[in-house]
């Protein structure tokens, strides 16, 4: 079998992008809210748009199935029945107010690539391949709902925990409620578990949700990695006082202390190129507008591509808030509220999306852009089981968890021959 996509009519790539594009819209429409989109886990929209993808998982000929945590899966066995599957997919809920593309274009991709892999072609079957392809369509990416993102993958990948089960969301409805109201045993979760010898890999595309491919005006890179990340509560303590009767020379403004903090992040993580540092939450104690703040609460979100640089960066910080808070006499600490570990793509998989976009490029083009992802991706739980790679598609302007989210349908186009390409150099890999 070649490692490549035989010839195609020119119309096959476009086609399948209006399709994906299409679909976008469609499942746009299924949402919480009208006018807006919002789709949460095991909300009645979760499951219209797992019975779509179904649906549409069967037109490519896939059978499927939702598995114990919701998430709809469609399964393309290889010639050999036990052989394990590469896994494609992406995610299908929503933040609130979303775009149409995070998550859902990845998924819808995936599809395209199954219908592309076992079409009849003018020169024959392009499938069967050496393993079976499966296509997941994760029911929580996000955490909207319960506050935990990743529960869908998480479940797939065997690392759920009973701590979560008494999240609530702001009804104050359990996870474990959700599940049974949605239709699903919370005692069967363990069922979503996959081993890792029943898999090959995780392919996964995924608008960038960040500026660079557009800045680079290219239109597909390979993603390098899953950002790391730890995040922080600080608490600032100095000391509340009348605000018309504490001369400068007595107060310890805790906001002010605050304000600096921010700007310290904001100051250390710009000279460090891989690191993104962001408060985005700040809070003054008692809080009231003839009172000098006592307290404040800020949030710190640190992400990078290396767990070793932004731990780093973290300790310059806290060097830096020491001499801060120090100047004003006043004291702080931070609770780490989440620390995940950065995911490495795999070599083998980078290397294929690499070759992939290649495919898509004139001979003799410039290498295709390398790019970390600093948001993230089911991949990061999924990187526990298996091999995850990663296709970046050009997001104008880089904005994402919002209305105005966009790809072109021009970049889905080579996207979706991008990945299928990839499948293929993977497949002359396994044989
Ligand atoms: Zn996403």
């Known amino acids: 079998m070649s490692p490549r996509l035989p010839e195609l009519p020119p119309d096959v790539f476009p086609a399948a992008a209006r399709r994906v594009m299409a679909r976008c819209d469609e499942l746009a429409r299924v949402t919480a809210t009208p006018g807006r989109i919002e789709r949460v886990y095991l909300s009645t929209e979760h499951a219209r748009v797992n019975r779509l993808a179904a649906e549409w998982m069967r037109e490519v000929g896939m059978t499927t199935s939702q598995d114990a945590a919701g998430n709809q899966i469609g399964r393309l066995a290889a010639s050999e029945p036990h052989a394990p599957a590469l896994m494609l997919g992406s995610h299908l809920d929503t933040v609130p107010d979303a775009g149409r593309f995070d998550g859902i274009v990845g998924v819808l991709m995936a599809l395209e690539i199954v219908r592309l892999l076992r079409a009849p072609h003018a020169d024959g079957w392009i499938s069967p391949l050496p393993f079976a392809l499966e296509v997941v369509a994760f029911s929580d990416e996000e955490g909207t709902r319960f506050g935990k993102a990743l529960l869908g993958s998480s479940a797939v990948a065997g690392t759920w925990s009973d701590e979560w089960w008494s999240l609530t969301d702001a009804d104050g409805t359990t996870l474990r409620e959700a599940f049974r109201e949605f239709g699903l045993d919370p005692g069967r979760i363990g069922e979503a578990a996959r081993r890792p010898d029943e898999l090959v890999g995780y392919l996964e595309a995924h608008i960038e949700q960040g500026p660079e491919l557009d800045r680079r005006g290219e239109s597909l890179a390979v993603v390098s990695s899953i950002a790391s990340a730890r995040r922080f509560q600080l608490v600032i303590e100095g000391e509340a006082r009348h605000a018309g009767g504490t001369p400068y020379d007595m107060r310890r403004d805790a906001l002010l202390g605050a304000s600096e903090a921010a700007l310290a992040v904001e100051r250390i993580c710009r000279g460090e190129h891989h690191i993104i540092g962001t408060v985005g939450q700040l809070e003054a104690f ?51 509220v989440h620390n995940a570990a950065a995911v490495m793509c795999a070599p083998l998989l980078r290397d294929v999306v690499r070759e992939g976009i290649l495919e898509t490029l ?43 989210e966009a790809v072109s349908i021009g970049d889905v186009s080579l996207g979706i021959r991008a990945l299928a390409e990839s499948v293929l150099h993977l497949a002359a890999e396994h044989r």
Do not use: Q
């Open 286 to 336: 008692p809080g009231a507008v003839n009172i000098v703040p006592g307290e404040a609460h800020l949030s710190l979100d640190l992400r990078g591509e290396y767990d070793g640089s932004r731990d780093r960066v973290w300790d310059e910080i806290s060097a830096d808030l020491d001499g801060i808070m120090g100047v004003r006499g006043l004291r702080w600490h931070a609770r780490e």
């Open 362 to 404: 004139p001979r003799g083009a410039d290498e295709p852009a390398t790019i970390f992802s600093r948001a993230g991706h089911d991949g990061m739980a999924i990187g526990a089981i298996t091999d995850v790679g990663m296709l970046f598609l050009r997001n104008p302007d880089g904005i994402s968890h919002h209305p105005d």
